[in-house]
């Protein structure tokens, strides 16, 4: 099984910044892409970010030139630099990645992180 585990949520003000971070860990797999997702409270859960492991990226237009998505393929680590946060950015924030394990397709999801973004 393929584990994520998501870091760098948290509160800020309107304007500011914050980093997100998510790790794949357990036994040999390979991740073909990796994201993030986004649900708000009453809202349905929505792409936010995706990149390749060739390091092709997808953008939702709310969070174009604002937002960054990074991988480090050694690390299995995806990242999400978040700048000019509005109000309406608040929501939690789920990691997923998809890949291949022993064969076997699948596509986990970490357990979330809250950002909160004050006006």
């Known amino acids: 099984q393929v584990q994520l585990v998501e870091s760098g949520g948290g509160l800020v003000q309107a304007g500011g910044s914050l980093r997100l971070s998510c790790a794949a860990s357990?036994?040999?797999?390979?991740?073909?892409?990796m994201g993030w997702h986004r649900q708000a409270p009453g809202k349905q859960r929505e792409l936010v970010a995706a990149?390749?492991?060739?390091?092709?990226?997808n953008y939702a237009d709310s969070v174009k030139g604002r937002f960054t998505i990074s991988r480090d393929n050694a690390k299995n680590t995806v990242y999400l630099q978040m700048n000019s946060l509005k109000p309406e950015d608040t929501a939690a924030y789920y990691c997923?990645?998809?890949?291949?394990?022993?064969?076997?397709?699948?596509?986990?999801w970490g357990q979330g992180t809250q950002v909160t973004v004050s006006s």
């Open positions: 997923y990645a998809d890949g291949v394990k022993a064969g076997i397709h699948f596509y986990s």
């Open positions: 357990g036994s040999i797999f390979s991740i073909n892409a």
């Open positions: 990149i390749t492991d060739g390091g092709s990226t």
